[in-house]
């Protein structure tokens, strides 16, 4: 079968100054409708020359922030922070945490130790400081129980400065 190269090569030549003569330019269009103001951006209180911008949550979200620091006041980079959520039983009663590391709230700490998470649902949560699966740490009270953190519907959260155990050459 004798193969016909110059008149593939033509077809492919007609065919692209086909489509680039069907391109057009478009014009420049002015809108009809006149632009909403913007929802005004909030800085998180922790440090403002540090956070990044953190928009206020929607009415029914919450953010939780804050900075996380060694024992003699280094900044703590590159940390993961995840929130485990706060289940009861019946009322009156304590209740337990459960972390899912797939879909549990989280944020990395910036180089400076802050960090802040995206909107998130509001309920009850607890801090867990580090990577749950090697070397962690348990935001507590001072008598060790797991201090409960309640964020407010359409608020930041703002947790101010925590310091960890943990050590950061780890």
């Given amino acids: 079968m004798k193969k016909n190269y110059p008149c593939i090569f033509l077809l492919v030549i007609t065919f692209c100054i086909a489509a ?10 002015t809108p009809t409708q006149e632009p909403k103001v913007e929802q005004s951006l909030e800085i998180s209180p922790t440090d403002v020359n540090h956070l990044p911008l953190v928009i206020s949550p929607s009415e029914d979200k919450t953010v ?3 900075r996380i620091v060694t ?6 980079g590159d940390l993961n922070i995840r929130l485990a959520e706060v289940y009861y039983g019946e009322p009156g009663t304590e209740g337990a945490f459960v972390l899912n590391t797939s879909s549990s709230p989280s944020a990395m700490t910036d180089k400076d130790g802050f960090f802040c998470t995206g909107e998130i649902a509001v309920t009850d949560y607890v801090l867990i400081i580090g990577h749950p699966e090697e070397n962690y740490e348990i935001y507590a009270e001072e008598d060790s129980k797991a201090k409960i953190l309640s964020p407010l519907a359409g608020e930041i959260l703002e947790l101010g400065e925590i310091v960890t155990a943990l050590d950061p050459n780890l």
């Fill in 71 to 76: 024992a003699d006041g280094t900044p703590f």
């Fill in 64 to 66: 939780v922030c804050g």
């Fill in 20 to 29: 680039l003569s069907s391109c057009q330019l478009l014009s420049k269009t």
